[in-house]
């Protein structure tokens, strides 16, 4: 201590500069973000103030009539189409297969799903026999979970038995043909080239004959790697029934989704229920409207999505400068969305909503504060912090952690896509699904839901761009402006257009109509 109180003022100043600069070294956590859903203590840390303070307290002051409420949860009508998946008859299996078909899907758990429609819809044009498509290892959430902890192989096997072969192992002669073999050298039997939304002909044309030569082939990447226009009516058929009958997730995976369903539509009693919210009051605000119903919000809010979107979220210089740089680190600046202002990005509908943007638009479509939420997400950019808007709008959110105990989830616990599975279960058994940007979770799921007619809330991504950017906007004009943008975006059936995606649109190649 002496030491110190005898170093004149100059030295002094060095040593602490000194030390400023060995304290990130001696403790980097301070300084790191602390993953995708939190930003680091010092790096970005500002905790996000509500944007939209006249709306958000028009919101808490509004009120809601019965009739809104009455059709708001009520069903879908009938639309006059249905599911319509049965093969053409007059095509049965061919006695003998070409061959055998491998692909490594990359991606997110729905956009493997996808891959897994494509595969086998690949392996049915060319005749070949299909090996359960292998799942990589998500370089972003390091998820190594396989085809078999997701789906249900004796399901997806037995679904299409007369469709196309599918093994779930190579035989011994083909034991070669593995990921490793594949990393090491070029190898005559991979086939890397396939283009994205291919044509049935170039599989033909390009995969086919390495399958005659060799016994199999490895498409590897596959990922959208077969096209939605100029393919034969039976082979959209049969993805169709890939997407909507054969995969079925394993029955731990539903057997947890049933009981966090049976949980969200039967709320513990009073005795039972502990938290913040006085249960009495909880209990009984829910027996009021929409009893034993609730809604699913799928919060994709996300670093990635965040920093990739290039718009301002309202954390300060920090945060702008924070996400800026994970750009650079993760996009080497190749996001064309940087070059546009805010508004510019706001206005054209490119920025995904906040939790208090989807809350205000959730209020202004007549959900009311007793509604039950269902958080379906992964993490969310700035967490508690950030969905505190929303849960100040709507107490009552749940996800899978508030509603299942340690034990019940332990075996999905650390593993994105088991979880996301567990999402999705929960999502096809809601009432109302509503995403807040779009994505493959948001696409896989309104189409799901619109090939069993179950309501979707599909925001209007430039309408609320473009009212929530209005600072002078009210709350009737807001809410008015709302109620009628989305008056045909809560499950309408929409028939698919030339280059639009079967996993987004089902109708009507997954679809038939009703005479």
Known sequence: ???????????????????????????????????????????????????HLRLLQGALDRHISIRQQVELWSPLPDQAWKPCTLPYKGSPLPEKSQGFLQVFLDGGLNQQRMGICDAVAVAKILNVTLVIPRLEVNPV????????????????????????????????????STRDYYATGIRATRIKTAPTHASAEWYVENVLPVIQSYGIAAVAPFSHRLGFDNVPESIQRLRCKVNFEALNFVP?????????????????????????????????????????????????????????????????????????KYRQVIWQGRVLNSQF???ELRNKGRCPLTPEEIGLLLSALGFTNNTRLYLASHQVY??????????????????????????????????????????????????????????????????HRAYLNLKTINPNMILLGQVLVNKS??????????????????????????????????????MCKVA
């Open 1 to 51: 201590m002496k030491q110190l109180q005898s170093l004149n003022q100059s030295q002094r100043i060095s040593l602490a500069g000194v030390l400023a600069l060995l304290f990130p070294i001696f403790s980097p956590n301070l300084f790191r973000p602390l993953g995708r859903a939190s930003p680091s203590l010092f790096s970005e840390w500002n905790a996000p103030r509500p944007r």
């Open 141 to 176: 959430w390091q998820d190594s979970s396989s085809f078999a902890d997701i789906f249900d192989v004796d399901h997806f096997t037995s679904v299409l038995k007369d469709e196309v072969r599918i093994v779930r192992e190579l035989p011994t002669q083909y034991a070669w």
């Open 252 to 324: 731990s995976i539903r057997e947890l989704g049933d009981a966090l369903v049976n949980r969200l539509r039967n709320p513990p009693s009073s005795s039972e229920t502990t938290g913040a919210i006085d249960p009495t009051e909880r209990v009984n605000t829910i027996a009021k409207s929409g009893a034993g119903k609730f809604v699913v919000l799928h919060l994709r809010f996300d670093k990635d999505m965040a920093a990739h979107s290039g718009c301002d979220f309202g954390g300060g210089k920090a945060e702008r400068l924070a996400l800026a």
């Open 341 to 343: 202002t805010d508004e």
């Open 382 to 447: 700035g967490g508690e912090a950030r969905i505190s808007t929303l849960r100040k709008l709507f107490p009552v959110i749940e996800n899978k952690k508030s509603l299942a105990s340690a034990e019940e989830l332990a075996e999905v616990e650390g593993k994105a896509s088991l979880m996301a599975a567990v999402d999705y279960y929960v999502s096809m058994k809601s009432d109302i699904f509503i995403s807040a940007s779009p994505g493959n979770m948001h696409n896989a799921l309104l189409a």
């Open 473 to 510: 906007l009210g709350w009737s004009e807001f809410e008015g402006a709302v109620v009628n943008g989305h008056k045909n975006r809560q499950g309408q059936l929409r028939l698919r257009k030339q280059k639009q995606s079967i996993y987004t649109y089902p109708a009507p190649d997954c």
